[in-house]
């Protein structure tokens, strides 16, 4: 599979995340902030393992960005915009929400390409 049908593959499934929107819901909460960036990670250090570290993590925060905009629409297009553009609090939620989602994936994109740098190695050179 080449890199551009990987990458069409990943940002398909960060924008179908990006349409969880109510974050007042516990399946919502845990959804974005948990789930879907650390699922993310995993699939950017598996599909992508032959990128550097510092690529795959570009790749990773684009994704995150991504899924977060498209949460942002999707949230406007309920009704949310007048939160968005006059409320200071929702602004403080959105960028704690960010900052969670990128330490938690981040997190698991170094420990990800950690096991898999293992793996590699324990295989031995010319087995990969």
Not at 8 to 15: A, R, Y
Not at 102 to 124: D, E, M, P
Request: with cysteine; net charge positive.
């Amino acid at each position: 599979m080449t890199y551009r049908t990987r990458t069409g593959i990943l940002l398909g499934m960060v924008v179908c995340s990006g349409f969880v929107w109510n974050m007042g819901t516990d399946f919502g909460l845990v959804f974005a902030h948990l789930l879907a960036p650390v699922t993310f990670a995993i699939i950017t250090a598996l599909a992508f393992d032959r990128m550097s570290l510092t690529r795959r993590a570009i790749l990773l925060v684009a994704a995150i960005f991504l899924a977060e905009i498209t949460r942002l629409g999707v949230y406007s297009c309920h009704g949310g915009m007048p939160y968005i553009t006059s409320d200071g609090e929702t602004w403080l939620a959105i960028l704690v929400s960010l900052v969670v989602q990128l330490i938690f994936s981040c997190l698991t994109l170094l420990a990800a390409s950690y096991v898999l740098a293992r793996i590699r190695k324990a295989r031995g050179p010319g087995l990969d």
